[in-house]
Nanobody, 115 residues
Framework: QVQLVESGGGLVQAGGSLRLSCAAS????????MGWYRQAPGKQRELVAT???????NYADSVKGRFTISRDSAKNTVNLQMNSLKPEDTAVYYC?????????WGQGTQVTVSS
């Protein structure tokens, strides 16, 4: 059973930074890709960023230039560095992993950006 555990969420002022981390229970090299999604109150869950085993990345337009996704195979973690945070970044952030055809989700971590 795959487990994904997020950490690093919290409250930050607009313009500040946070670093989220997702720890996987097994080797992250076994996944086709991993990523971060977020869900704000009353809204659908949306893609934030993904990274493949080969290191290719993809970002939502709303976070390009501000967020950076990275992976550490030695620690089996995927990280999301979030800079220049805005109030509209407030959401629950979820770690996701895909091992086709199966997908896995973490429990989520709250990020709140105050204006």
């Amino acid at each position: 059973q795959v487990q994904l555990v997020e950490s690093g969420g919290g409250l930050v002022q607009a313009g500040g930074s946070l670093r989220l981390s997702c720890a996987a229970s097994g080797s992250i090299n076994s996944f086709n890709y991993m990523g971060w999604y977020r869900q704000a109150p009353g809204k659908q869950r949306e893609l934030v960023a993904t990274i493949t085993t080969g290191g290719s990345t993809n970002y939502a337009d709303s976070v390009k230039g501000r967020f950076t996704i990275s992976r550490d195979s030695a620690k089996n973690t995927v990280n999301l560095q979030m800079n220049s945070l805005k109030p509209e970044d407030t959401a629950v952030y979820y770690c996701s992993a895909r091992r086709t055809p199966l997908g896995y989700w973490g429990q989520g971590t709250q990020v709140t950006v105050s204006s």
